[in-house]
């Protein structure tokens, strides 16, 4: 597990999935004119993770850029993939939450698997909430 999301894991939170940028990163002219450097830097000041409590995404190792938003207050998750994206598995993921963030993502590696992941921890969590609402109010589920 990356050393941001570790460290910034709160009580009773654990990480269900991770990303990383995409190896496409390394295959452009940046990656060439800097001899591979500036690619390798982002790729690893980069972390991506859904937890059952929070989506965490880092990137940056000077200037940084950190989205942490609560599941309940994330709307969206939309992936978007080109016919190569497609075909190598990256794609770009923006996050929108219920105050009108939004906040983009590009090549992630596997961002279908990102946005399942979500969702799958969107529902749990709607189910704990449900069942923490029933219990105190001590009407049954419907």
Do not use: C
């Not at 709307?75 to 983009?104: A, F």
């Not at 698997?113 to 049954?140: M, V």
């Amino acid at each position: 597990m990356s050393s941001y999301i570790r460290a910034n894991l709160i009580r009773g939170e654990a990480v269900v999935y991770q990303a990383k940028p995409h190896w496409i990163l390394f295959i452009s002219w940046r990656s060439l004119l800097t001899l591979g450097l500036l690619p390798l830097i982002e790729y690893w000041s980069s972390e991506f993770a859904v937890t059952n409590k929070r989506v965490i995404m880092k990137m940056g190792w000077i200037s940084r850029l950190v989205l942490e938003l609560n599941l309940h207050k994330i709307e969206s998750v939309n992936v978007d993939q080109s016919l190569l994206g497609r075909l190598l598995g990256y794609g770009t993921i923006t996050v929108i939450g219920t105050g009108g963030t939004r906040e983009t993502f590009d090549r992630i590696a596997h961002p279908l698997a990102f946005r399942k992941a979500f969702q799958e921890q969107e529902g749990e969590f709607e189910e704990r909430l449900d069942q923490q609402r029933a219990a105190s109010t001590g009407l049954p589920l419907s």
